[in-house]
C-alpha cells in the first residue's frame, strides 16, 4: 500500500513539472473586445433567424389546419360517393332482374302473339289474300309476316275456298 502511495505521488509531481515547464499565453483585449463583437453578430443574426422560423412555423400550423379541413372534406365527400355507388349498384341489380324478366316476359308474349298470327293465318284474316303466282292453284295464298330478324312466308289456302 505504501508503495503505491509513493507511485501516485511521483506521477502527480511528475504532471505537475510538466504543468509548470509550459508556458501560458493570453490574448490581448483587442482580440477579446473583437471576438466578443463577432459573438454578438453571430448571436443577433441567430435571434432573427429564430424570429423568421416563429413566423414560418406559424404560417406552416395555418397551412396544416387548412389542410385538415381539406381532407375531412374530402372524406366527407368520399363517403356520399361510396353511397351513392351502393345505391347505383344496387338499382343496377334491380334493373338486371328487371331486365331478366322482361326478356323472360317477351318470349312467352312472341310466342304467344306467333300462336296467334297463325291461327289467323290458317283462318285467312293476317295478312292479304293474293293468289300465289308460282301455284297455278289459285286457290292458294301466300302471305309473309316480318318477325324480328326474319320475315316468314306462308302458303295457305283460306277457309272458305
Given amino acids: 500500500m505504501k508503495q503505491s502511495r509513493r507511485i501516485a ?12 515547464a509550459m508556458p501560458a499565453f493570453a ?16 448571436a443577433s443574426e ?8 416563429k413566423a414560418n412555423k ?3 400550423e395555418s397551412y396544416i389546419a387548412e389542410l385538415d379541413t381539406k381532407i375531412k372534406e374530402t372524406l366527407s365527400a368520399l363517403d356520399t360517393v361510396s353511397d351513392e355507388i351502393e345505391q347505383t349498384d344496387q338499382e343496377i341489380k334491380t ?7 322482361a326478356e323472360a316476359n317477351q318470349e312467352i308474349q312472341y310466342e304467344a302473339l306467333k300462336a296467334r298470327i297463325i291461327d289467323k293465318i290458317r283462318q ?10 308460282s301455284s297455278g ?18 302458303l295457305f289456302r283460306p277457309v272458305g275456298l
Avoid at 490581448?28 to 473586445?33: E, T
Fill in 9 to 20: 505521488g511521483s506521477i502527480l509531481v511528475g504532471a505537475l513539472c510538466f504543468a509548470m
Fill in 58 to 60: 406559424t404560417s406552416i
Fill in 137 to 154: 292453284d289459285k286457290r292458294l295464298c301466300i302471305c309473309t309476316i316480318p318477325c324480328r330478324k326474319r320475315t316468314y312466308c306462308f
Fill in 27 to 42: 490574448d490581448s483585449k483587442s482580440d477579446v473586445s473583437s471576438q466578443i463583437n463577432s459573438l454578438e453578430g453571430q
Fill in 95 to 101: 334493373t338486371k332482374a328487371n331486365l331478366k324478366e
Fill in 46 to 53: 441567430l435571434e432573427s433567424e429564430l424570429a423568421s422560423m
Fill in 124 to 133: 285467312g284474316l293476317a295478312c292479304q289474300k293474293k293468289p300465289s303466282p
